[in-house]
């Protein structure tokens, strides 16, 4: 079984700064996806950012980064010149290489971003 | 523009009582799950189709819960009789057949007095 760690539940940040938050995971598959998950207190759950396990590079969407680090599980959401639409709590998820496939969710970090 | 939708929104009732809760999913995907969201054990999977068969449905109580596809544009979750600690969020998300996303409907409040 797959595990998501986010060891963050709450950060804060600067308007126009950047702020990381970090993820692990732990499972035996070798081929997988990784998403960054955004729900704002409208509760709508939206998808930030999606990772292919077998990629090196790192995905990138506008503002938002992340940091793959395969061997070490990890998977980091950099966020840059945050904005007010920011706040939001950001869950981490893991899916199996398999088309359509369940989501194992982290705990998620609530991210209040500073005026 | 395509989204997956939810009724109703919000929902109280009294434990005992039965409670449906609906989910259209995108036209053309043929995954749909179901997520409970509640503070205390997050984001869980209760059951998924694919191609309106059920493929794991071993996060849902088997007692009290249960989940159809009765055809393509329409998933149904049940519970009956309901009790308190079914309260939750309540997710649906529908998925294309070629690809890992998963498109979140809004969510069912649920609150069972």
């Known amino acids: 079984a797959q595990t998501v760690t986010q060891s963050q539940p709450e950060m804060s940040v600067q308007e126009a700064e950047t702020v990381t938050l970090s993820c692990t995971y732990d499972?035996?598959?070798?081929?997988?996806?990784l998403f960054w998950y955004k729900q704002p207190p409208s509760r709508q759950m939206i998808l930030v950012i999606r990772?292919?396990?077998?990629?090196?590079q790192n995905a990138t969407e506008n503002r938002f980064s992340v940091n793959f680090q395969k061997a070490a599980k990890s998977f980091s959401l950099k966020i840059s010149d945050s904005q007010l639409g920011d706040t939001a709590m950001y869950f981490c998820?893991?899916?199996?290489?398999?088309?359509?496939?369940?989501?194992?969710f982290g705990t998620g970090t609530r991210l209040a971003v500073r005026p | 523009d395509a989204r997956v939708t939810q009724t109703p929104r919000h929902k109280v009732t009294e434990m005992g009582q039965e409670v449906t809760m609906r989910c259209q999913p995108i036209?053309?995907?043929?995954?749909v799950f179901w997520y409970r969201q509640t503070m205390m054990q997050g984001l869980e999977l209760l059951a998924y189709?694919?191609?309106?068969?059920?493929?794991?449905d071993s996060g849902m109580p088997k007692d009290r819960f249960s989940a159809e596809m009765p055809d393509a544009t329409l998933a149904t979750l049940k519970i009956q009789p309901s009790e308190p600690r079914d309260s939750a969020v309540y997710f649906c998300?529908?998925?294309?057949?070629?690809?890992?996303?998963?498109?979140f409907g809004p969510g069912t409040r649920l609150t069972v007095l």
């Open positions: 998820a893991f899916m199996k290489m398999s088309s359509g496939d369940k989501l194992t």
């Open positions: 499972t035996s598959e070798n081929n997988y996806y």
């Open positions: 189709f694919r191609n309106r068969a059920p493929l794991d």
């Open positions: 998300a529908s998925g294309l057949p070629a690809g890992p996303e998963q498109f």
């Open positions: 036209l053309g995907h043929n995954t």
């Open positions: 990772q292919e396990a077998y990629k090196q």
